[in-house]
């Protein structure tokens, strides 16, 4: 069996301190899991539950990368954010399981298209064009459970540039990792490969041309994305 057009390359992730790779299936992103960043976008954290949008996988972009800023926007937006590496895959994980099918942890931006997404949600249209566009899924190396231990606490931030734009603490997300991973895995069966984009704090906003994003999260990693 040959394919009839070219396969391409299998997206993937480089593991810290090691030559091996984490090939990505899915991305998956928890919208709203901050309650002053729901506040900021208009929504009420009280009453929402929890929804999940996508990302292909090809839109992963490795760290330290200068990508383009993207087609069709005057309004890109960084998000910091937490990522979850899924090691073993599962549906209907029971929240006391969960943990245990974490491959791992990075620090990823959930790069958006805010005036897209802003015309769609008018419009009552689906996310994709304003989430899941080209080069829109940063992640740092990822780092193993054994080495980053499950990250709950401890403080998240970005800069734009080298000034401190979303500053928060990993602790304040509405769904925990846990609860994520078991609602998640009630829609979907979850399987290895799967990253978890957890949501990002208040402070989002856009970036330009020659803009350096850095971000952090404590004890997990650093990640830093030029646009070009
Ligand atoms: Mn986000």
Redesign the pocket.
């Known amino acids: 069996m040959s394919y009839v057009v070219s396969e391409g390359d299998k997206p993937s992730l480089p593991i810290e301190g090691s030559e091996d790779r984490y090939p990505v299936r899915r991305i998956y ?1 928890v ?1 709203r899991n901050y309650r002053a960043h729901a506040i900021e976008m208009g929504a009420d954290p009280d009453r929402d539950p929890p929804f999940f949008f996508m990302k292909p996988a090809d839109a992963i972009v490795q760290n330290g990368a200068t990508i383009p800023y993207p087609a069709q926007t005057a309004n890109l937006h960084y ?1 910091i ?1 937490l990522v979850v590496a899924i090691g073993t895959g599962g549906k209907d994980i029971a929240e006391a399981d969960s943990l245990e099918h974490v491959w791992g942890y990075g620090v990823g931006i ?1 790069l ?1 298209r805010r005036d897209i997404q802003n015309k769609a949600k008018e419009m009552g249209r689906p996310w994709d064009m304003g989430k899941g566009f080209d080069n829109s899924a940063p992640c740092t190396a990822l780092r193993p459970v054994s080495d980053v231990g499950h990250p709950a606490e401890g403080t998240i931030w970005l800069k734009v540039n080298g000034r401190m734009q979303q500053e928060s603490t990993i602790d304040l997300h509405i769904w925990s990792v846990p609860e994520t991973i078991s609602y998640l895995s009630g829609l979907v069966e979850l399987a290895p490969g799967d990253l978890i ?1 957890m ?2 704090p208040e402070g989002v906003g856009p970036v330009v041309a020659g803009d350096v994003m850095t971000g952090h999260i404590d004890g997990v990693a650093d990640l830093e994305i030029t646009i070009s």
């Open positions: 992103c919208g998000e954010e959930d958006t984009y949501g990002t």
